[in-house]
């Protein structure tokens, strides 16, 4: 029993505050005096575009584009706590950092997680949670394309678990085929409401240009293209995740 759940009270409670983290890493929210109950949402990281992938050399050489990194999700949950909530009461996240864009020959990294960890009093942990018993997913990292596998698969999107709503991101784009002036695939879009956007990837000649990062939260990163011009082959990150808080009393 999580203490997550709780019969409708006729009471009509007000929002007495609204707590935003951006910051990765481990994060603590304070809860205010007067707190009958959070609403928590999360959003997990965006996954990085993968760069150019180049087989063999010289005019033989093959050129893949890199596919777009995966957007994070999303998840809701009201949490009443397996306690009365006390003032300097804290709730501990962690924050997924967005996943890096690949270089040459690269493929993106995964985004990170954001969970919801433990509520502690006095600096000692009431309630802790195992991942993902509360988990907005990342999204994963966009692949390159082989000659065995001339397909570069867009990063996967984030799945959600824990909340009372939970939403999933958007994957990457593929990129399939072997040219020299093959764009890079775009990343995937953060879950709504209100997700990132996900980058666009390096264009193809006439418009050859580099990709784009994922916007926070969760958006994926765009990935590189085959185009000879190396500043355009690069992947590129994806978007931190974020944490929203707000309490009823």
Not at 218 to 228: A, L, V
């Amino acid at each position: 029993m999580l203490g997550i759940g709780r019969a409708a009270s006729t009471k009509a409670y007000q929002l007495i505050d609204t707590g935003t983290i951006t910051s990765t890493g481990e994060q603590t929210y304070t809860i205010p005096l007067g707190t009958q109950y959070l609403e928590i949402e999360l959003y997990g990281a965006g996954g990085g575009g993968a760069g150019r992938n180049t087989v063999g050399s010289g005019r033989s050489a093959s050129n893949y584009g890199g596919a777009g990194g995966g957007g994070g999700s999303y998840l809701k949950k009201t949490y009443y706590g397996s306690a009365d909530m006390q003032v300097s009461d804290t709730l501990t996240f962690t924050v997924g950092a967005g996943g890096a864009g690949g270089g040459a020959n690269t493929m993106g990294t995964a985004g990170g997680h954001t969970t919801l960890d433990a509520h502690s009093r006095g600096g000692v942990r009431i309630l802790a949670f195992n991942s993902p018993d509360v988990r907005a997913g990342a999204g994963s990292g966009g692949a390159v394309g082989t000659a065995l596998d001339t397909t570069a698969n867009g990063g996967a999107a984030g799945l959600a678990a824990g909340g009372d709503i939970n939403t999933s991101g958007n994957a990457g784009a593929d990129v399939t085929g072997s040219t020299n002036a093959q764009a890079g695939g775009a990343g995937g879009d953060g879950a709504d409401p209100d997700g990132g956007d996900g980058g666009n990837g390096a264009g193809s000649p006439p418009v050859a240009g580099p990709a784009s990062a994922g916007t926070a939260p969760g958006g994926g990163g765009g990935g590189g293209n085959s185009y000879g011009v190396s500043v355009n082959n690069l992947g590129k990150d994806g978007g931190a995740g974020k944490v929203i808080v707000k309490a009823y009393g």
